[in-house]
């Protein structure tokens, strides 16, 4: 069975990676219950052989499958089936996928806004810089640690060290998460269109633009995680409906003070 060249159906055939067929038999497979909760999946070795991928995508596919919640992997005995259906909620290092969304939402909308006001020329060619590299970057795991550079180096531009120390802690979920997204959803290129509307509202000193980039952003992030796994087991407003953005500035009943962004005015007193 040769999965590394597979479309899916429809009128216009998309072709899909050697990972997402992987990630779809191997998941099917164990939803449909061809595997009993806690029986091990055939051995690396045996699975490369029947689907004829090679190890690294096998093993990409393996790990997109325990972060679901459907398999365990045990070191030296191999990978257990551990329920026959998703978790709605999947963990990236040490937080859940609604705790990181919650977080980020909380945090990386108003530092946006604060950045717009507080960026420094360097700030701005750093994070150009960024932008440049990740256009060009064709292997995913670099592309993944520029991208959680370039969410570190907005926190950075808000001239708070306090924001940067929660970006720093939640790095390497948010590396987890972007890779996840990535191989599962495809979402590089709309990503890297992304940044360049938040570095544009930077360049414009545009705090509501800012804001507002920076929640289309996280409300995308969140639409295609709940494309791969599911809703979210939290009840939680989305991105774009926990910030009602009006014509300027940001909603003070959607923040809490004390993350309102100053306005323009009373930056420069």
């Known amino acids: 069975m040769n999965l590394?060249?597979?479309?899916?159906?429809?009128?216009?055939?998309k072709r899909i990676s050697a990972l997402e067929a992987v990630l779809g038999h191997l998941r099917g497979a164990?939803?449909?219950?061809?595997?009993?909760?806690?029986?091990k999946l055939p051995s690396e070795a045996e699975l490369c052989r029947r689907l004829e991928v090679s190890?690294?995508?096998?093993?990409?596919?393996?790990?997109a499958l325990q972060t679901m919640g459907l398999t365990v992997s045990r070191t030296g005995k191999g990978t257990f089936v551990l329920s026959h259906g998703p978790v709605e909620d999947p963990t990236f290092g040490d937080y859940s996928a609604s705790d990181l969304l919650e977080v980020r939402r909380h945090v990386e909308i108003p530092v946006a806004g604060y950045a717009a006001l507080r960026r420094t020329p360097e700030d701005l060619d750093h994070?150009?810089?960024l932008l440049e590299r990740m256009e060009r970057e064709t292997d995913t795991t670099a592309w993944v640690a520029m991208d959680t550079l370039f969410h570190l180096a907005v926190a950075r531009a808000a001239q708070n060290p306090v924001f940067r120390r929660v970006i720093e802690e939640i790095r390497d979920?948010?590396?987890?998460?972007?890779?996840?997204?990535?191989?599962?959803?495809?979402?590089?290129e709309q990503s890297n269109q992304e940044h360049q509307a938040i570095v544009d509202a930077l360049v414009d000193r545009s705090e509501h633009d800012a804001v507002e980039a920076m929640t289309h952003h996280l409300a995308r992030v969140e639409s295609t995680l709940?494309?791969?796994v599911g809703s979210p087991r939290r009840a939680v407003p989305s991105a774009e409906d926990a910030l009602a953005i009006p014509s300027a500035g940001v909603s003070p009943t959607a923040v809490p003070p004390t993350a309102v962004p100053p306005t323009e005015g009373e930056a420069r007193a």
């Open 55 to 63: 190890r690294p995508v096998l093993r990409e596919a393996l790990r």
């Open 173 to 188: 979920a948010l590396a987890r998460q972007s890779a996840f997204l990535n191989d599962l959803g495809g979402r590089r």
């Open 226 to 228: 709940t494309t791969i």
């Open 127 to 129: 994070l150009a810089h």
């Open 30 to 39: 164990i939803e449909r219950g061809e595997y009993a909760v806690g029986e």
């Open 4 to 13: 590394s060249d597979s479309q899916t159906a429809g009128e216009a055939p």
